[in-house]
Protein backbone atom coordinates (compact mmCIF):
# COMPACT_ATOMS: atom_id res chain seq x y z
CA UNK A 1 0.00 0.00 0.00
CA UNK A 2 2.86 2.61 0.67
CA UNK A 3 4.16 1.82 -2.64
CA UNK A 4 1.01 2.81 -3.87
CA UNK A 5 0.83 5.54 -2.15
CA UNK A 6 4.40 6.80 -2.99
CA UNK A 7 4.36 5.69 -6.80
CA UNK A 8 6.98 3.49 -6.62
CA UNK A 9 6.98 0.69 -8.93
CA UNK A 10 4.78 -1.29 -9.99
CA UNK A 11 2.14 1.43 -9.05
CA UNK A 12 3.44 4.19 -11.36
CA UNK A 13 2.81 7.01 -12.59
CA UNK A 14 6.51 8.16 -11.29
CA UNK A 15 5.09 11.71 -10.17
CA UNK A 16 5.85 11.61 -6.36
CA UNK A 17 5.31 15.07 -5.86
CA UNK A 18 7.78 17.81 -5.30
CA UNK A 19 9.84 16.69 -1.95
CA UNK A 20 9.68 20.35 -0.63
CA UNK A 21 9.84 19.66 3.10
CA UNK A 22 12.98 17.50 3.32
CA UNK A 23 14.66 19.52 0.82
CA UNK A 24 13.81 22.34 3.11
CA UNK A 25 15.41 20.21 6.09
CA UNK A 26 18.35 19.48 4.21
CA UNK A 27 18.83 22.94 2.98
CA UNK A 28 18.47 24.72 6.05
CA UNK A 29 20.98 22.47 7.82
CA UNK A 30 23.35 22.41 5.20
CA UNK A 31 23.37 25.95 4.61
CA UNK A 32 24.54 26.62 7.75
CA UNK A 33 27.49 24.26 7.33
CA UNK A 34 26.31 20.91 9.01
CA UNK A 35 27.01 17.87 7.21
CA UNK A 36 24.25 16.33 4.98
CA UNK A 37 23.85 13.23 6.94
CA UNK A 38 22.90 15.13 9.69
CA UNK A 39 19.56 15.98 8.69
CA UNK A 40 18.80 13.06 6.65
CA UNK A 41 16.94 11.56 9.30
CA UNK A 42 14.85 14.75 9.76
CA UNK A 43 14.23 15.15 6.14
CA UNK A 44 12.80 11.31 5.59
CA UNK A 45 10.62 12.10 8.32
CA UNK A 46 8.91 14.72 7.59
CA UNK A 47 8.69 13.33 4.64
CA UNK A 48 6.78 10.27 5.67
CA UNK A 49 4.97 12.86 8.48
CA UNK A 50 3.68 15.02 5.52
CA UNK A 51 2.47 11.91 3.33
CA UNK A 52 0.48 10.05 6.66
CA UNK A 53 -1.48 13.35 6.65
CA UNK A 54 -2.06 12.72 2.97
CA UNK A 55 -3.78 9.36 3.88
CA UNK A 56 -6.08 11.11 6.22
CA UNK A 57 -7.04 14.07 4.22
CA UNK A 58 -7.66 11.97 1.38
CA UNK A 59 -10.43 10.29 3.45
CA UNK A 60 -12.09 13.22 4.93
CA UNK A 61 -12.07 15.22 1.52
CA UNK A 62 -13.13 11.87 -0.20
CA UNK A 63 -10.95 12.80 -2.83
CA UNK A 64 -9.91 9.57 -5.41
CA UNK A 65 -6.97 10.62 -7.17
CA UNK A 66 -3.09 12.00 -5.81
CA UNK A 67 -0.62 12.49 -7.99
CA UNK A 68 -2.07 10.93 -11.01
CA UNK A 69 -2.91 7.22 -8.98
CA UNK A 70 -6.46 6.25 -6.76
CA UNK A 71 -5.91 7.58 -3.38
CA UNK A 72 -5.23 4.86 -0.81
CA UNK A 73 -8.82 4.77 0.21
CA UNK A 74 -10.29 4.47 -2.90
CA UNK A 75 -7.94 1.26 -3.70
CA UNK A 76 -8.13 -0.62 -0.74
CA UNK A 77 -10.75 0.73 1.54
CA UNK A 78 -11.26 3.40 4.64
CA UNK A 79 -10.09 1.21 7.22
CA UNK A 80 -6.78 -0.06 5.13
CA UNK A 81 -6.02 3.50 4.65
CA UNK A 82 -6.40 4.87 8.26
CA UNK A 83 -4.28 1.77 9.37
CA UNK A 84 -1.60 2.91 6.78
CA UNK A 85 -1.50 6.52 7.53
CA UNK A 86 -1.61 5.34 11.50
CA UNK A 87 1.89 3.45 10.14
CA UNK A 88 3.21 6.32 8.59
CA UNK A 89 2.78 8.45 11.31
CA UNK A 90 4.93 6.31 13.52
CA UNK A 91 7.34 5.79 11.04
CA UNK A 92 7.95 9.31 10.82
CA UNK A 93 8.83 9.47 14.78
CA UNK A 94 11.13 6.23 14.54
CA UNK A 95 12.74 8.38 11.55
CA UNK A 96 13.62 11.15 13.94
CA UNK A 97 14.82 9.16 16.81
CA UNK A 98 17.20 7.86 14.66
CA UNK A 99 19.03 11.60 14.03
CA UNK A 100 20.80 11.19 17.48
CA UNK A 101 23.87 9.11 15.42
CA UNK A 102 24.46 12.28 14.49
CA UNK A 103 22.89 15.17 16.58
CA UNK A 104 23.47 15.87 20.43
CA UNK A 105 20.35 13.72 21.65
CA UNK A 106 19.15 16.77 23.56
CA UNK A 107 18.63 18.66 20.49
CA UNK A 108 16.91 15.42 18.92
CA UNK A 109 14.66 15.48 22.00
CA UNK A 110 13.80 19.01 20.78
CA UNK A 111 13.08 18.03 17.07
CA UNK A 112 10.50 15.49 18.62
CA UNK A 113 8.61 17.88 20.38
CA UNK A 114 8.93 20.16 17.86
CA UNK A 115 7.11 17.51 15.50
CA UNK A 116 4.92 16.53 17.70
CA UNK A 117 3.83 20.50 18.36
CA UNK A 118 3.11 20.63 14.79
CA UNK A 119 1.30 17.24 14.55
CA UNK A 120 -1.34 19.02 17.12
CA UNK A 121 -1.26 22.34 15.35
CA UNK A 122 -1.98 20.49 12.08
CA UNK A 123 -5.11 18.72 13.46
CA UNK A 124 -6.21 22.00 14.38
CA UNK A 125 -6.49 23.37 11.33
CA UNK A 126 -8.13 20.10 9.36
CA UNK A 127 -10.58 20.02 12.06
CA UNK A 128 -11.49 24.26 10.86
CA UNK A 129 -11.52 23.04 7.39
CA UNK A 130 -13.70 20.19 8.26
CA UNK A 131 -15.77 22.99 10.02
CA UNK A 132 -16.00 25.63 7.47
CA UNK A 133 -17.86 23.18 5.44
CA UNK A 134 -20.62 23.51 7.00
CA UNK A 135 -20.09 27.32 7.55
CA UNK A 136 -22.29 30.07 5.48
CA UNK A 137 -19.25 32.43 5.12
CA UNK A 138 -15.77 32.60 6.17
CA UNK A 139 -13.46 35.54 6.18
CA UNK A 140 -10.19 36.02 5.14
CA UNK A 141 -8.91 35.99 9.04
CA UNK A 142 -10.31 32.34 9.53
CA UNK A 143 -9.57 31.48 6.73
CA UNK A 144 -5.50 32.34 6.60
CA UNK A 145 -5.74 30.89 10.63
CA UNK A 146 -6.49 27.63 9.03
CA UNK A 147 -4.21 27.15 6.36
CA UNK A 148 -1.46 28.67 9.04
CA UNK A 149 -2.46 25.36 11.22
CA UNK A 150 -2.76 22.92 8.22
CA UNK A 151 -0.73 23.87 5.83
CA UNK A 152 2.32 26.30 6.67
CA UNK A 153 2.60 24.47 10.27
CA UNK A 154 4.74 21.86 8.50
CA UNK A 155 7.06 24.15 6.37
CA UNK A 156 7.61 25.90 9.64
CA UNK A 157 8.95 22.61 11.20
CA UNK A 158 10.66 21.49 8.71
CA UNK A 159 13.05 24.86 8.52
CA UNK A 160 13.33 24.30 12.20
CA UNK A 161 14.15 20.52 12.14
CA UNK A 162 17.16 21.40 9.87
CA UNK A 163 18.11 24.22 11.97
CA UNK A 164 18.49 22.17 15.03
CA UNK A 165 20.50 19.69 13.23
CA UNK A 166 22.94 22.24 12.18
CA UNK A 167 22.86 23.17 16.30
CA UNK A 168 21.47 26.88 14.99
CA UNK A 169 20.69 29.19 18.14
CA UNK A 170 17.04 30.02 19.34
CA UNK A 171 17.32 33.27 17.21
CA UNK A 172 18.23 31.59 13.91
CA UNK A 173 16.00 28.78 14.90
CA UNK A 174 12.98 31.04 15.35
CA UNK A 175 13.58 32.75 11.86
CA UNK A 176 14.19 30.24 9.73
CA UNK A 177 10.81 29.04 11.03
CA UNK A 178 9.29 32.43 9.71
CA UNK A 179 10.81 31.61 6.58
CA UNK A 180 9.05 28.47 6.55
CA UNK A 181 5.48 29.58 7.52
CA UNK A 182 5.79 32.34 5.12
CA UNK A 183 6.45 29.83 2.21
CA UNK A 184 3.32 27.82 3.47
CA UNK A 185 0.86 30.25 3.04
CA UNK A 186 2.06 31.24 -0.40
CA UNK A 187 2.28 27.74 -1.03
CA UNK A 188 -1.31 26.71 0.19
CA UNK A 189 -2.32 30.21 -2.18
CA UNK A 190 -0.94 29.22 -4.81
CA UNK A 191 -2.69 25.68 -4.40
CA UNK A 192 -5.94 26.63 -4.28
CA UNK A 193 -5.37 28.89 -7.31
CA UNK A 194 -4.16 25.58 -8.70
CA UNK A 195 -6.81 23.46 -7.98
CA UNK A 196 -9.87 26.25 -9.91
CA UNK A 197 -7.69 26.88 -12.91
CA UNK A 198 -5.33 24.26 -13.47
CA UNK A 199 -5.68 20.77 -15.48
CA UNK A 200 -5.83 17.39 -13.64
CA UNK A 201 -2.44 16.42 -15.53
CA UNK A 202 -1.35 19.14 -14.49
CA UNK A 203 -1.90 18.67 -10.35
CA UNK A 204 -2.84 14.63 -10.31
CA UNK A 205 -5.94 15.73 -8.76
CA UNK A 206 -9.78 15.86 -9.62
CA UNK A 207 -9.79 19.80 -11.29
CA UNK A 208 -12.18 22.02 -9.17
CA UNK A 209 -12.80 19.60 -6.80
CA UNK A 210 -12.59 21.99 -3.60
CA UNK A 211 -15.04 24.00 -5.21
CA UNK A 212 -17.59 20.79 -5.60
CA UNK A 213 -17.36 20.37 -1.98
CA UNK A 214 -17.61 24.05 -1.46
CA UNK A 215 -14.73 23.93 0.14
CA UNK A 216 -13.23 27.79 1.50
CA UNK A 217 -10.23 28.22 -0.58
CA UNK A 218 -8.86 32.07 -0.85
CA UNK A 219 -10.04 33.07 -4.27
CA UNK A 220 -13.29 32.03 -3.36
CA UNK A 221 -13.17 33.50 0.46
CA UNK A 222 -11.43 36.51 -1.28
CA UNK A 223 -14.69 37.38 -3.54
CA UNK A 224 -17.04 36.76 -1.01
CA UNK A 225 -14.84 39.83 0.72
CA UNK A 226 -15.70 42.22 -2.28
CA UNK A 227 -18.93 44.43 -2.43
CA UNK A 228 -22.07 42.98 -3.74
CA UNK A 229 -22.37 42.36 -6.86
CA UNK A 230 -24.39 39.66 -9.36
CA UNK A 231 -20.60 37.78 -9.36
CA UNK A 232 -20.51 37.46 -5.60
CA UNK A 233 -24.40 36.67 -5.34
CA UNK A 234 -23.58 33.44 -7.45
CA UNK A 235 -20.72 32.28 -5.45
CA UNK A 236 -22.48 33.21 -2.16
CA UNK A 237 -26.17 31.00 -3.83
CA UNK A 238 -23.56 28.09 -4.77
CA UNK A 239 -22.06 27.68 -1.83
CA UNK A 240 -25.53 27.86 0.49
CA UNK A 241 -26.95 25.50 -1.13
CA UNK A 242 -25.38 23.13 1.66
CA UNK A 243 -24.39 20.18 -0.74
CA UNK A 244 -22.01 19.12 -3.56
CA UNK A 245 -21.94 21.35 -6.63
CA UNK A 246 -22.21 19.73 -9.45
CA UNK A 247 -20.59 20.58 -13.01
CA UNK A 248 -22.32 23.42 -14.16
CA UNK A 249 -22.40 25.09 -10.37
CA UNK A 250 -18.73 24.97 -10.33
CA UNK A 251 -18.25 26.37 -13.79
CA UNK A 252 -20.17 29.33 -13.20
CA UNK A 253 -18.81 30.02 -9.92
CA UNK A 254 -15.04 29.60 -11.76
CA UNK A 255 -16.61 32.18 -14.13
CA UNK A 256 -17.59 34.69 -11.55
CA UNK A 257 -14.19 34.15 -10.09
CA UNK A 258 -12.32 35.42 -12.96
CA UNK A 259 -15.40 37.93 -13.36
CA UNK A 260 -14.38 39.36 -9.91
CA UNK A 261 -10.26 39.08 -10.27
CA UNK A 262 -9.83 36.38 -7.57
CA UNK A 263 -6.86 35.07 -9.55
CA UNK A 264 -5.22 37.99 -9.47
CA UNK A 265 -5.93 38.83 -5.45
CA UNK A 266 -3.98 35.36 -4.72
CA UNK A 267 -1.10 36.58 -6.59
CA UNK A 268 -1.28 39.48 -4.11
CA UNK A 269 -1.99 37.99 -1.75
CA UNK A 270 1.46 35.47 -2.57
CA UNK A 271 3.51 38.59 -2.98
CA UNK A 272 2.86 39.59 0.21
CA UNK A 273 4.49 36.52 2.00
CA UNK A 274 7.23 36.28 -1.13
CA UNK A 275 8.72 39.29 0.83
CA UNK A 276 9.61 37.23 4.02
CA UNK A 277 11.20 34.82 2.19
CA UNK A 278 13.42 36.98 0.09
CA UNK A 279 15.21 38.38 3.49
CA UNK A 280 16.14 34.77 4.24
CA UNK A 281 19.84 34.90 4.57
CA UNK A 282 20.39 31.27 2.74
CA UNK A 283 20.90 31.54 -0.48
CA UNK A 284 20.49 28.10 -1.56
CA UNK A 285 17.13 27.37 0.74
CA UNK A 286 15.76 31.36 -0.76
CA UNK A 287 16.81 30.66 -4.61
CA UNK A 288 14.80 26.92 -3.64
CA UNK A 289 11.88 28.36 -2.16
CA UNK A 290 11.11 30.88 -5.04
CA UNK A 291 12.05 28.41 -7.97
CA UNK A 292 9.40 26.20 -6.58
CA UNK A 293 6.79 28.79 -6.90
CA UNK A 294 8.16 29.64 -10.49
CA UNK A 295 9.93 32.82 -9.71
CA UNK A 296 13.57 33.89 -10.33
CA UNK A 297 15.50 35.00 -7.70
CA UNK A 298 16.35 38.53 -6.74
CA UNK A 299 19.62 39.65 -7.81
Not at 195 to 209: H, Y
Not at 229 to 240: E, F, L, N, Q, V
Amino acid sequence: MLLRHFGYPPYGPARRGKRLRPQMVMRVAVGEGAPLEHSLDAAVAVEIFHNYSLVHDDIEDRDELRHGRRTLWSAYGIGAAITAGDAMCALSFLSLEHAARYVDPRRVLAMLALLHEAHAIMCDGQALDLHFESEGRVDLGGYYRMIGCKTAQLFDASCRLGAYAAACNGGQIKAYGGVGRAYGMAFQIRDDVAGIWSTVDETGKTVASDIARRKWTFPVVWALSQPPSDACRTIAGAYALGKPLDDDAVARIVLALDELGAREAADAAVAEHLAVIETCSNEDLRDYLLGTLGLAPAR
